[in-house]
């Protein structure tokens, strides 16, 4: 993998020299960022694309957790907690990463004032952020929360979500779950094919999602 010499925006983070440490990564959709159970040997930073977390339970199934977009760090809970066991992390579009040898830094990283004050401040957001959106799962309708959903989980113009994992996810029976879907493809929103559901209408998902916002200002 081709090493990062010249100036680079990572190094924003840091008070030691990254760059050394520092290659490019891409992963392609559906390919495993982070396997589950078994501790990453790099820390990632996400460029561009979009993740989700996942972890399955003693049944077999797989429990969605939450979504991960750029940019942002990959992997910094288990760089930080040596005996936490990693859930799993899979693309679900391509995403383009700058990856951190954490073999030959690791240490160092955990030593650096100007990362660990970052990190910070980037976990205290982000739970917040998963606060906002639990909040938002309460409160709004299936509609509005499987329009969300579609669009985050959507890859090349299609969903194809497995339903038990996305009803699970969104806290609704699967029957409910199928009737929104027929909703939608009746509307003519999606429509559905063998390679899943189309997305026809993007913009009207987004519209649902913005009225809704806007009717709960008020």
Known sequence: MKQISESNPLQDFF????RPYISLKEFEPDE????EGERPTYLYYLLEGRAKLFISQENGSIS???FIEAPCFIGEMELLDANRLPQGLKAISTCSCYQ??????GDRILRDVKFLRYLCRFLSTKATQNTDNYMRNQSYP???????????????GYYREP??????FLG????????VLAQFVKEGILEKTKQG????KTEALRGLIKNEVHNSQY
């Open 197 to 200: 559901y189309e997305v026809k």
């Open 32 to 35: 495993f960022i982070i396997r």
């Open 163 to 168: 339903h038990t994992e996305a009803a699970e």
């Open 64 to 66: 969605l957790i939450n």
């Open 100 to 105: 951190i040898d954490i073999s030959g830094c």
């Open 142 to 156: 299936l509609k509005i929360r499987l329009a969300e959903f579609i669009l985050k989980m959507a890859v090349n």
């Open 15 to 18: 008070e030691m020299d990254i």
């Open 172 to 179: 609704v029976t699967y029957r409910h779950l199928l009737y």
